[in-house]
């Protein structure tokens, strides 16, 4: 045979002599494809960056201004660090959590609103469930792929806080106040994100388009914290109703997305209420629920949500 003089001058089969990963890691490059396509979103960042830490962000600049204060008149320096002192450091993180719920639900509707919707409609499950690939690899991998980026988004502004707190006000009682603070934080962040990433899947796999599952997540979360708020005032300003209906009038708010997440970060924070600095909210005034309650309804919700997605991601047999 005589010598190529193409391009290519070896032209002769050979096989990959790359590293084989496991049949184990399959799930690993269906969830770093969802990763991916999240942190690539602008939007993501945005709200990661600037609006969901945005109470953490207000109070670390009152916290600046009070510590500026204790270096000016003696009077002024008193007030200032009694203000300081009196902080609740554990309460900051239950309105820091609190107020980014909106934007949580957000990042989660950029994360997982398209995952399995927009395979639907490119029909990609013929490629993701051919052999070897098994349906448990998609869903642990795009569950996976789904709570990285939610987790992230919310664990940053709490960390970054965190870190603020201990390298200016370890004297105030930021850090021995409650030294496994971190670890609560990570605890019911990790509950939230598990639960956000289970309904935004079970959403989308009833959909063809990534649009529409992101919208309907939305409707279900207002509508469900809409209604538990009206319900609970309802029963709260009902002239006959007894002591014990206005007691779980409160709870209500727990039965909605937000609320129990709220609710499932006061159990790890071992906080009912909580003293603010800038405006209110009502919510973290209420008694948490019980934790059997509040966990046990995040892992049935999640559990039904990965059912349902379980239901309807069907492998197909492509026959010759």
Same mark, same amino acid.
């Given at each position: ?18 590293? &084989? ?28 960056? &600037? ?183 309802? &029963? ?60 046990? &309804? ?23």
């Amino acid at each position: 045979m005589s010598n190529a003089t193409g391009p290519i001058a070896d032209l002769t089969y050979r096989g990959y002599d790359g590293v &084989l990963d496991p049949p184990t890691q399959r799930w690993k490059v269906i969830a770093k494809s969802n990763i991916m396509r999240v942190v690539k979103n602008k939007w993501y960042w945005w709200i990661t960056l &600037l609006f969901a830490p945005w109470y953490y962000t207000v109070m670390s600049i009152v916290l600046f201004f009070l510590n500026s204060m204790t270096a000016g008149s003696p009077g002024q320096a008193r007030q200032a660090i009694e203000q300081i002192g009196g902080i609740d450091w554990t309460a900051q993180f239950l309105h820091g959590f609190s107020f980014g719920q909106i934007f949580f639900l957000f990042i989660a509707m950029i994360a997982g609103a398209g995952a399995i919707a927009n395979d639907n409609r490119s029909n990609a499950l013929l490629v993701y469930l051919s052999k070897p690939c098994t349906k448990r690899d998609y869903l642990w991998g795009k569950w996976v792929g789904v709570f990285v980026p939610v987790a992230f988004a919310m664990l940053l502004p709490a960390i970054g806080f965190y870190i603020f707190g201990a390298l200016n006000y370890r004297e105030y009682g930021f850090i021995s106040d409650d030294p496994l603070l971190p670890l609560r934080v990570v605890g019911f962040t990790a509950f939230a994100a598990a639960l956000h990433a289970s309904l935004v899947l079970g959403v989308s796999s009833m959909f063809n388009q990534g649009r529409m599952a992101g919208a309907t997540y939305v409707g279900i979360y207002f509508i469900l914290n809409f209604v538990t708020v009206v319900i609970g005032i309802i &029963l709260a300003e009902s002239d006959n109703a007894p002591e014990s209906m206005r007691s779980l009038s409160e709870k209500l708010y727990y039965l909605s997305i937000d609320g129990l997440n709220i609710g499932v970060a006061k159990i790890f924070l071992d906080i009912d209420s909580a003293s603010l600095f800038i405006g209110a909210n009502a919510a973290v005034d209420v008694d948490r629920p019980a934790p059997w309650m509040a966990i046990g &309804l995040v892992v049935l919700l999640s559990a039904l949500a990965l059912r349902l997605v379980w239901r309807r991601v069907r492998a197909v047999e492509v026959v010759g």
